[in-house]
């Protein structure tokens, strides 16, 4: 069962997340706030994730699959104009992690898996970047380990434990949720209200 083209995500789909975190005082050290921050990113990793199997089955040629990374790519890092700055900044937090998985799927169908090292060498090499900050290598090295993950290679989560707090362990945390995705592809009901 295809998806329509322009049918992966949409921006109504997009725009229902971010005004149910707008309705909501999203807190991000409130589990319920945390999980709603996580399934818009793990949502739009799904999305990502479809139009990859469509590409890998042959449903989609190259230059369609990356036409419709693209346009998940625009909608979901657009930037966000709600009042509460403290909000966008959480929503911010999730496009910065998801910039990662956009790259690495559009690398994926470009240009195939990498094959020089595993998903651990590869997000060492971008911690080690970004220490000389180096964030353009670092974002290469992200991309890399995340066609890794999509060709079924799997991030550790201690890899990822490992990393000290910025945009790697953001990209890494984004790869999180893309092999989450590629382990189980079922969309993140939006109506999931939490009691």
């Given at each position: 069962?295809s998806?329509?083209?322009?049918?992966?995500y949409?921006?109504?789909?997009?725009?229902n997340w971010?005004?149910?975190?707008d309705?909501?005082?999203?807190?991000p050290?409130?589990?319920d706030?945390?999980?709603l921050l996580?399934n818009?990113?793990d949502?739009?990793?799904?999305?990502?994730v479809?139009i990859?199997?469509?590409?890998?089955?042959?449903?989609?040629?190259?230059?369609?699959?990356?036409?419709?990374?693209?346009g998940?790519?625009e909608?979901?890092?657009?930037?966000?104009?709600?009042?509460?700055?403290e909000?966008?900044?959480l929503?911010?937090g999730?496009?910065t992690?998801?910039?990662?998985?956009?790259y690495?799927?559009?690398?994926y169908?470009?240009e195939?898996?990498?094959?020089?090292?595993?998903?651990?060498d590869y997000i060492?090499?971008?911690a080690d970047?970004e220490?000389?900050?180096?964030?353009?290598a670092?974002?290469g090295y992200?991309?890399?380990?995340?066609?890794r993950?999509?060709?079924?290679d799997e991030?550790?989560?201690?890899v990822?434990?490992?990393?000290?707090?910025g945009?790697?362990?953001?990209?890494?945390n984004?790869l999180d949720?893309?092999?989450?995705a590629?382990?189980d592809?079922?969309?993140?009901?939006?109506?999931?209200e939490?009691?």
């Amino acid at each position: 069962m295809s998806t329509p083209p322009g049918e992966y995500y949409t921006d109504e789909r997009w725009q229902n997340w971010i005004d149910r975190i707008d309705d909501e005082d999203v807190d991000p050290e409130n589990e319920d706030s945390a999980r709603l921050l996580l399934n818009l990113q793990d949502d739009t990793a799904i999305a990502v994730v479809k139009i990859l199997a469509d590409y890998d089955d042959g449903t989609l040629d190259e230059e369609t699959a990356l036409e419709e990374l693209r346009g998940v790519r625009e909608i979901v890092l657009e930037e966000v104009a709600l009042d509460d700055e403290e909000t966008v900044m959480l929503i911010d937090g999730v496009q910065t992690s998801l910039v990662c998985v956009f790259y690495a799927a559009e690398e994926y169908v470009a240009e195939g898996v990498a094959d020089e090292g595993t998903v651990a060498d590869y997000i060492a090499a971008a911690a080690d970047a970004e220490a000389e900050e180096d964030l353009d290598a670092a974002l290469g090295y992200c991309v890399q380990a995340g066609t890794r993950i999509i060709d079924g290679d799997e991030l550790a989560m201690e890899v990822a434990e490992d990393l000290d707090y910025g945009l790697v362990s953001e990209w890494v945390n984004g790869l999180d949720s893309l092999q989450t995705a590629m382990e189980d592809p079922e969309v993140v009901e939006e109506e999931d209200e939490a009691s």
